[in-house]
C-alpha cells in the first residue's frame, strides 16, 4: 500500500515536499515512481528512483526544479519540488513496481499505485 501526501495550495515560485510512505513493500527493494494528472491530460510522468538508488529519473518538464529522494528506514520516498509554477497543478500520484531494467516514464510499467495528492499552484 502505497499512501501520498504533502499535496496543497501554494503560489507560484513555491516549494512543496510530497510524501510516499509504503507498506507491505520496502522501497529499497522496489522501483518508486511519481507521476501527476491534471484534468482533461494523460497521466504523465515526474520522476523515479530505483530499488537500489542507482537510477534516478527526472522528466524534462520539472528537470532542475524537482528531485526524488528515499528514505529506507522510513519506508518512504519523496518529490521535493521548487520553483512550482501553475502548469504543475495536478493529481500527484507515487507508485512502485517490482525492480526491473524499464524507464520510469511508462506508467503502465507500474503495478502498485497511491491514493494521490492534490497540488495547486497559483499564479
Known amino acids: 500500500q502505497l499512501q501520498a501526501s504533502g499535496g496543497g495550495l501554494v503560489q507560484a515560485g513555491g516549494s512543496l515536499r510530497l510524501s510516499c510512505a509504503a507498506s507491505?513493500?520496502?522501497?529499497?527493494?522496489?522501483?518508486m515512481g511519481w507521476f501527476r494528472q491534471a484534468p482533461g491530460k494523460e497521466r504523465e510522468p515526474v520522476a523515479g528512483?530505483?530499488?537500489?538508488?542507482?537510477?534516478?529519473y527526472t522528466a524534462d518538464s520539472v528537470k532542475g526544479r524537482f528531485s526524488v529522494s528515499r528514505d529506507s528506514a522510513k519506508n518512504t520516498v519523496y518529490l521535493e519540488m521548487n520553483s512550482l509554477k501553475p502548469e504543475d497543478t495536478a493529481v500527484y500520484y507515487c507508485?512502485?513496481?517490482?525492480?526491473?531494467?524499464?524507464?520510469?516514464?511508462?506508467?503502465?510499467?507500474?503495478?502498485?499505485w497511491g491514493q494521490g495528492t492534490q497540488v495547486t499552484v497559483s499564479s
Open positions: 507491505g513493500l520496502r522501497v529499497n527493494r522496489y522501483d
Open positions: 507508485a512502485s513496481r517490482r525492480s526491473t531494467v524499464a524507464g520510469f516514464s511508462n506508467p503502465d510499467a507500474f503495478a502498485y
Open positions: 528512483i530505483s530499488w537500489s538508488g542507482g537510477r534516478i
